[in-house]
């Protein structure tokens, strides 16, 4: 393993990636990592990524990383949670991994649209800009909506507004009248 002691949950992600890709389980990197990604930088410790599995294969999953010297604990929502299960993942040095199986509404296509990016001498996959924006929007707390509103503002490229908007309608109207919230704010700006 990559992790030397506490505070690298990065790069327990990478350990955690490799077996990922070897497994071939499609995955991407969402949260505070994908946000820095996007320009909003801040300090966490968090490595969250969302992969797209069945929940019989997630357990099958749990059992490889444990024989990879990772401690797992599978946590299984209630029917009503947009999360269907988690898989927390940590090292011996307590740095931290989850794994989202699934998140309710996702657009199918969010998947094929995530970035691969360098890191650390290889790559992570990392959600796209707009499912990341729509993901906020979703997520709706206050610092959600201060990634979404970042993520909106830094972008070096022009967002697909389209796009954004019909996967950010796909988690429902609060999802949407957030969006259109800071798409409103962004216009202000200009």
């Not at 966490?44 to 990383?65: C, M, N, Q, W």
């Not at 001498?121 to 993901?135: N, P, Q, S, W, Y």
């Amino acid at each position: 393993m990559r992790t030397r002691g506490p505070g690298e949950s990065p790069l327990l992600l990478l350990d955690v990636a490799a077996i990922l890709t070897a497994e071939k389980i499609d995955y991407m990197v969402i949260g505070a990592l994908a946000a820095a990604v996007y320009g909003v930088v801040r300090a966490t410790l968090d490595a969250d990524a969302l992969v797209s599995i069945s929940i019989p294969r997630f357990g099958k999953l749990e059992k490889v990383l444990r024989r990879a010297g990772m401690r797992t604990e599978l946590r299984r929502g209630d029917p009503d949670d947009p999360i269907p299960a988690v898989l927390v993942i940590t090292d011996r040095y307590e740095n931290r991994v989850e794994l989202l199986a699934g998140l309710r509404n996702l657009d199918p296509g969010a998947f094929s649209r995530s970035l691969t990016i360098p890191f650390q001498k290889t790559t992570l996959r990392v959600v796209g800009r707009e499912d990341f924006i729509a993901m906020k929007c979703f997520a709706g707390g206050p610092q959600d909506i201060i990634d979404a509103r970042e993520a909106i503002k830094i972008a070096d490229q022009p967002l697909d507004i389209d796009l954004l908007r019909r996967v950010t309608r796909r988690f429902g109207r609060a999802a949407a009248d957030h969006l259109e919230r800071l798409l409103g704010e962004a216009a202000q700006r200009r």
